[in-house]
């Protein structure tokens, strides 16, 4: 196993999932200079919403990490959520304010998934959850395929494109609950709000959300 896993490196040799020079050490994620100049956020940029009462985000969304999750969700790299989801919980954690009974994920559609090949936002509630020793499960689905909300500009249409695309899956997770809604990105917070007023109906107490970047 030794041998043929050099072997690999030697062909492939692993890159850092952010700006992707070749590393030195293959059980490396990512490179010494970006572990210190990529765009970190402060107080972990946190910021209020409709329906959430806040989201935590440890990077912005630009440069390198702007990249890295560009091809985290579009070129076949469902093993970003592994580190993904260690610098996720590792934000979670620092955060104080962080109390939550159900760890969940704001879903893709059955289209869009078959067409991905997997769920970005799924993989990475499953690696956060493990890092936290909890369990991410599924309490929403999204019943119809709308047009990506980054194809789009104005909160306003943000929120009419995706108003009514979600339903609650599993009430036994979501009643009475306080929800850890994890995203990959939030921008306008229209998509968060959006799955937090669905949780909210079904039930549960209140909704707080983090995700791996955020606008500026």
Known sequence: MGVFSSILDLLFPPKCFFCRRVLHD???ECCEKCLETLPYTEFGG???GDYFDFCISPFY???NV????LRFKFANAPHFATLYGKILADCIIE???IHYDTITWVPLSVKRKRSRGYDQAKLLALETANNLDDEAVQTLTK???VQPQSYLSGIE???RNISGAFEVSSLEYVSGKTILLIDDIITTGSTLSECAKVLLEAGANNVIC???ARKE
Not at 66 to 69: D, E, G, T, V
């Open 26 to 28: 293959s059980c490396d």
């Open 46 to 48: 946190m910021q209020e």
């Open 61 to 63: 969304y630009r440069d």
């Open 66 to 69: 702007r990249k890295s999750i």
């Open 95 to 97: 955060y104080p304010d």
């Open 143 to 145: 019943t119809y395929d």
């Open 157 to 159: 249409e943000r929120r």
């Open 210 to 212: 983090a995700t791996l």
